[in-house]
């Protein structure tokens, strides 16, 4: 891992969240992570992720709107409609103190409620995220894309694009079953307008310290990506940490060391 010098509203009762937090209560000066999943994942990404920071850290994983078991979301398959939801759900759960863990499409979400000033927020960390400006992809590949959605060897092809470590048949098996279960009307959402949204405008009136993390072996969101899109629009002093070896789904390949690297963005807090 090091530090790359070159970039230098759905209501939380009826989203059946998904909850990753069976551990011994963290210290109460803690901040929860607070985590946001990848487009065409869930929640249940982050499971290595909490047994790795467990009982340290306590972690929440929502499903998000038309991914995972979440129902489609009452305000639509925006991101400001992720963005209230997960506002709501922040609420419901008595949130006092935490950081949002935005991967990918979650990234983006996490920039856009960080933009807001919530009440209790002390950072934000991104693992591969989506960047504020539309999303680096051509005509051909959204399409493509399009017509990929319900299929299984798209979803088995896409996921030995996106992870560049090997890893479990189960593992493996997790994210096809995902991709699988992500709703039509979701799936075309982002690639249709979330990803094109630019909402670089917004992000000035982020406050809290960030820190971006990217696997250097990533073909969807270069480490480049981030260095261009992202970093400059996030408070200075901003790093971008590059795991290697890794690819995309680095809540899937590289736990133990996006671990290593919360624990210590969150005792910088």
Same mark, same amino acid.
Do not use: K, N
């Given at each position: 891992m090091a530090t790359d010098p070159a970039a230098a509203a759905v209501k939380p009762s009826s989203n059946r969240l998904l909850r990753l937090a069976p551990y011994t209560m963290p210290d109460s000066d803690s901040p929860v992570f607070l985590c946001l999943h990848y487009w065409a994942g869930s !929640? *249940?990404?982050? =499971?290595? +992720?909490?047994?790795? +920071?467990?009982p340290d850290y306590r972690l929440l994983a929502p499903d998000l709107g038309g991914f995972g078991t979440a129902p489609a979301p009452g305000g639509g398959y925006t991101l400001a409609a992720y963005a209230d939801a997960i506002a709501a759900y922040i609420t419901a759960q008595h949130l006092r103190s935490y950081v949002l863990v935005g991967h990918s499409m979650g990234g983006k979400v996490a920039l856009l409620l960080a933009a807001r000033q919530p009440p209790g927020l002390r950072g934000v960390a991104l693992l591969s995220p989506s960047p504020p400006t539309p999303e680096p992809m051509t005509d051909q590949d959204r399409a493509a894309s399009l017509r990929a959605w319900g299929q299984r060897t798209e979803a088995e092809k896409l996921q030995q694009k996106i992870t560049a470590r090997h890893l479990p048949a189960a593992t493996r098996l997790k994210i096809v079953e995902d991709n699988l279960r992500t709703s039509r009307a979701a799936w075309d959402a982002w690639l249709l307008h979330g990803s094109r949204e630019n909402i670089a405008a917004q992000l000035c009136t982020i406050q809290v310290p960030?820190? /971006?993390?990217?696997? #250097?072996? #990533? *073909?969807?969101?270069?480490?480049?990506?981030?260095?261009?899109?992202?970093?400059?629009?996030?408070?200075? !002093?901003?790093?971008?940490? /590059? /795991?290697? !070896?890794?690819?995309?789904?680095?809540?899937?390949? =590289?736990?133990?060391?996006? =671990?290593? +690297?919360? *624990?210590?963005?969150?005792? *910088?807090?």
């Open positions: !929640g *249940r990404a982050f =499971a290595a +992720l909490a047994e790795q +920071l467990a960030c820190t /971006i993390l990217a696997g #250097d072996l #990533d *073909r969807v969101m270069s480490p480049t990506v981030h260095g261009l899109e992202t970093l400059p629009l996030l408070p200075e !002093g901003t790093p971008l940490e /590059i /795991i290697a !070896g890794a690819g995309h789904l680095l809540p899937y390949e =590289a736990p133990a060391e996006v =671990a290593t +690297l919360l *624990r210590a963005f969150a005792q *910088r807090l």
